[in-house]
């Protein structure tokens, strides 16, 4: 089990920066692949980031490609969504998401796989 609490979103113009946090609970952080998943309102929510349980492969949406990072600090059960030059359609409710296993390039990317979920944290970009 693990439970998780994201931080960091807020109200920024475009072209600004926010960085988001997940704070992990659990002894086994370090043994599960780490997401960020966004959801628009009316919009299904989305693929953004993730990052495998080693830190050794990262993946990113075509969208973030360029101007977001993810990582992760093991040893402080974090992982970190660096979001630069941000534009309007960037606005979303954004949620860090944990799954034990071992997820591939594809199913990484489909939320219904994850296993657990965080609150969310509003994100929004004026133009």
């Known amino acids: 089990q693990v439970q998780l609490v994201e931080s960091g979103g807020g109200l920024v113009q475009a072209g600004g920066s926010l960085r988001l946090s997940c704070v992990a609970s659990?002894?086994?952080?370090?043994?599960?692949?780490m997401g960020w998943f966004r959801q628009a309102p009316g919009k299904e929510r989305e693929f953004v980031a993730a990052?495998?349980?080693?830190?050794?492969?990262?993946y990113y949406a075509d969208s973030a490609k360029g101007r977001i990072t993810l990582s992760r600090d093991n040893a402080k059960n974090t992982v970190l969504l660096q979001m630069n030059s941000l534009k309007p359609e960037d606005t979303a409710a954004y949620y860090c998401a944990a799954d034990p296993r071992g997820l591939d390039s594809d199913l990484i990317r489909k939320y219904w796989v994850w296993g657990y979920w965080g609150q969310g944290t509003q994100v929004t970009v004026s133009s």
């Open positions: 990052v495998s349980w080693s830190g050794g492969t990262t």
């Open positions: 659990g002894r086994t952080f370090s043994s599960y692949s």
